[in-house]
Nanobody
Framework: QVQLVESGGGLVQPGGSLRLSCAASGFTLDNYDIGWFRQAPGKEREGVSCITSNGNRRDADSVKGRFTISRDNAKKTVYLQMVSLKPEDTAVYYC???????????????????WGQGTQVTVSS
């Protein structure tokens, strides 16, 4: 059974940092691209970052220079390190997986087949 479980969310002050984790089970993570997405109340789900099976990365313009996606296939976990957080980063964050096909990954939700349940990130003073 394919499962993705996010963790690491919470309440943080503006300018603070958080590291989200996405633990994968039920499939071979090495063969999959992973994306991080977020959805704020009343807004559509948007792409944040993605990483291919061989480590190529893409980031949304809104998080470039602040968020870093990484993966540890041995631990079957993908991370999202977030620094310099802003109130507008407040959202439920989701990780998602799709089988790798190319040397680039998608920072849009459509191509992804498997989704986690999300973890809340709140940036507020």
């Amino acid at each position: 059974q394919v499962q993705l479980v996010e963790s690491g969310g919470g309440l943080v002050q503006p300018g603070g940092s958080l590291r989200l984790s996405c633990a994968a089970s039920g499939f071979t993570l090495d063969n999959y691209d992973i994306g991080w997405f977020r959805q704020a109340p009343g807004k559509e789900r948007e792409g944040v970052s993605c990483i291919t099976s061989n480590g190529n990365r893409r980031d949304a313009d809104s998080v470039k220079g602040r968020f870093t996606i990484s993966r540890d296939n041995a631990k079957k976990t993908v991370y999202l390190q977030m620094v310099s957080l802003k109130p507008e980063d407040t959202a439920v964050y989701y990780c998602a997986a799709v089988r790798s096909h190319d040397s680039y990954c998608w920072v849009v939700p459509g191509p992804y087949h498997y989704w986690g349940q999300g973890t809340q990130v709140t940036v507020s003073s």
